[in-house]
């Protein structure tokens, strides 16, 4: 039985991109995309809805000898990408009539081993209102957007535990929860 | 001149309280509470919206109860000799001493108080922190983010209002509150 969690970018003020839809302040530093990577290295798949899908795909393309289609890149893009295309990858979309369930989502983690990690915060609050996440983790970058589209599910309370607390670079914060407790 | 803080204790998800108003969740215990009153040692006035301020009417006389922690006497000393300026328009005599009533948000008065003062003043409450943060008044911001999701309620950041923000200070206590500290970039 695997444990799932949900992990996220968000604002100081808790959203994941701002009113307009734009999050060009989520952009990471090396230190901090040095962090995720890894985080993405314990994990044994990824759960990804729609629009989270369509800013992650980009991975699967950027590796060494991809032409500079990207421009010049830290190397740690590059383990990213690696480390990432190694990770197994599930996409649910509602829109193309294959939502993430309840039960599917049960599936998934009694068929790991591991850790799976799930977002966007549309996903998400799928899988946190079925009760099955097990961690929430959170970068919080130093800027407040005054709205946009909230990380945690709006009349979803919960309490929760702090296992981890570390500032990583450029005043990013990291904050990891076990949730439910 | 000292600086205008904001702060207050907010849930994980960014509310002070829950979808009901309620805040019973937002209680800093005394690891929380020492640090609090080390970092009122820089403070020389409160600002308070009345739901706060009447909370917080707990700590007052604190001397007078029997068998409380010192670190509940000691905050409750600090919180007595600071000024107060509670604005509210419902409260006509206020039960602690040194406290001044507001029945307007003015921020020429709050950035005259910021001028003058020596020591830093802290903002708690939701609507006079919109006014000061719209006016362009607060300096640093200051959340006490406890472990818990209340799923809604009013939010610590006022909606509508974007701030770029430099982290100055992360600590994180033992019950699993942490305080993020942050600089308003202007």
């Given amino acids: 039985m695997g444990t799932l969690i949900y992990l996220m970018v968000t604002s100081a003020d808790g959203f994941t991109s701002s009113p307009d839809g734009t999050f060009d302040w989520a952009e990471p530093t090396t230190a901090v995309h040095e962090h995720v990577e890894r985080f993405t290295r314990t994990l044994s798949g990824q759960i990804y809805g729609p629009r989270m899908w369509e800013t992650m795909k980009v991975w699967h393309d950027i590796r060494p000898g991809d032409g500079g289609d990207y421009g010049e890149l830290a190397d740690v893009m590059y383990e990213y990408g690696?480390?990432?295309?190694?990770?197994?990858?599930?996409?649910?979309?509602?829109?193309?009539?294959?939502?993430?369930?309840?039960?599917?989502?049960?599936?998934?983690?009694?068929?790991?081993?591991?850790?799976?990690?799930?977002?966007?915060?549309?996903?998400?609050?799928?899988?946190?209102?079925?009760?099955?996440?097990?961690?929430?983790?959170?970068?919080?970058?130093?800027?407040?957007?005054?709205?946009?589209?909230?990380?945690?599910?709006?009349?979803?309370?919960?309490?929760?535990?702090?296992?981890?607390?570390?500032?990583?670079?450029?005043?990013?914060?990291?904050?990891?929860?076990?949730?439910?407790? | 001149?000292?600086?205008?803080?904001?702060?207050?204790?907010?849930?994980?998800?960014?509310?002070?309280?829950?979808?009901?108003?309620?805040?019973?969740?937002?209680?800093?215990?005394?690891?929380?509470?020492?640090?609090?009153?080390?970092?009122?040692?820089?403070?020389?006035?409160?600002?308070?919206?009345?739901?706060?301020?009447?909370?917080?009417?707990?700590?007052?006389?604190?001397?007078?109860?029997?068998?409380?922690?010192?670190?509940?006497?000691?905050?409750?000393?600090?919180?007595?000799?600071?000024?107060?300026?509670?604005?509210?328009?419902?409260?006509?005599?206020?039960?602690t001493p040194n406290t001044h009533l507001r029945t307007e948000i003015d921020v020429d008065e709050i950035r005259a108080l910021k001028e003058s003062s020596e020591k830093h003043v802290t903002v708690e409450g939701t609507e006079i922190a919109r006014v000061c943060l719209e006016a362009g008044l607060v300096d640093g911001i200051s959340a006490y983010v406890v472990p818990i999701a209340t799923g809604g309620g009013t939010p610590f950041f006022p909606a509508g209002i974007a701030l770029n923000l430099r982290l100055t200070d992360a600590h994180s206590f033992a019950s699993g509150i942490v305080n993020l500290r942050y600089a308003v970039q202007h």
């Avoid at chain 1, 996440?133 to 009349?155: I, Q, S």
């Avoid at chain 1, 670079?169 to 929860?177: C, E, F, S």
């Avoid at chain 2, 207050?8 to 609090?36: K, Q, Y």
């Fill in chain 2, 1 to 95: 001149m000292g600086k205008l803080i904001y702060s207050m204790l907010v849930s994980a998800d960014g509310f002070v309280n829950r979808p009901d108003r309620s805040f019973d969740w937002a209680d800093p215990d005394d690891e929380v509470l020492a640090f609090i009153t080390e970092r009122q040692q820089a403070v020389g006035a409160y600002l308070y919206g009345r739901r706060y301020y009447e909370v917080m009417t707990n700590w007052a006389d604190l001397r007078s109860v029997p068998g409380l922690s010192d670190v509940d006497y000691r905050f409750s000393d600090v919180w007595n000799a600071t000024p107060k300026y509670v604005f509210t328009r419902s409260l006509a005599h206020p039960p």
């Fill in chain 1, 82 to 181: 690696e480390t990432w295309r190694s990770i197994p990858t599930h996409v649910f979309n509602r829109q193309e009539g294959h939502p993430l369930t309840g039960e599917g989502i049960r599936e998934l983690k009694a068929a790991s081993g591991g850790m799976l990690s799930i977002g966007g915060p549309g996903i998400a609050a799928v899988a946190l209102r079925e009760g099955a996440v097990d961690e929430v983790a959170r970068y919080v970058v130093p800027h407040a957007t005054g709205g946009g589209t909230p990380w945690w599910p709006v009349g979803l309370d919960a309490d929760l535990e702090l296992v981890e607390e570390e500032s990583i670079d450029a005043g990013w914060v990291y904050l990891r929860y076990r949730v439910g407790v």
